[in-house]
Nanobody
Framework: QVQLVESGGGLVQPGGSLRLSCAAS????????MGWYRQAPGNERELVAA???????NYVDSVKGRFTISGDNAKDTVYLQMNSLKPEDTAVYYC?????????????WGQGTQVTVSS
């Protein structure tokens, strides 16, 4: 079991930057994958970026070159650095942890943080 708390969302102008943080209640080193998802009104939740326990990363095509996911094992925190933000990045961003469990890997979600990109 792990609890996740996101922070860092807000209102930013197009072209600006934000850094989201996801603090876990236990060591992220032992978590299979950690990721950031987003959901805009009327849309399905989509994977934005993921980080595995081996350090591998993957990104949705629309954010490649602009967003960077990283982890700090000492702080049990995962970050999403978002640069060159666009209005279409506006959404609620959710932190996700894929935790090893009896049935394989079980998902845990944070409460979400709003990101609004607007002039």
């Amino acid at each position: 079991q792990v609890q996740l708390v996101e922070s860092g969302g807000g209102l930013v102008q197009p072209g600006g930057s934000l850094r989201l943080s996801c603090a876990a209640s236990r060591s992220i080193f032992s978590i299979a994958t950690m990721g950031w998802y987003r959901q805009a009104p009327g849309n399905e939740r989509e994977l934005v970026a993921a980080l595995t326990s081996h350090g591998s990363t993957n990104y949705v095509d629309s954010v490649k070159g602009r967003f960077t996911i990283s982890g700090d094992n000492a702080k049990d925190t995962v970050y999403l650095q978002m640069n060159s933000l666009k209005p279409e990045d506006t959404a609620v961003y959710y932190c996700n942890a894929g935790v090893y469990c009896a049935s394989g890997v079980c998902d845990t979600w944070g409460q979400g943080t709003q990101v609004t990109v607007s002039s």
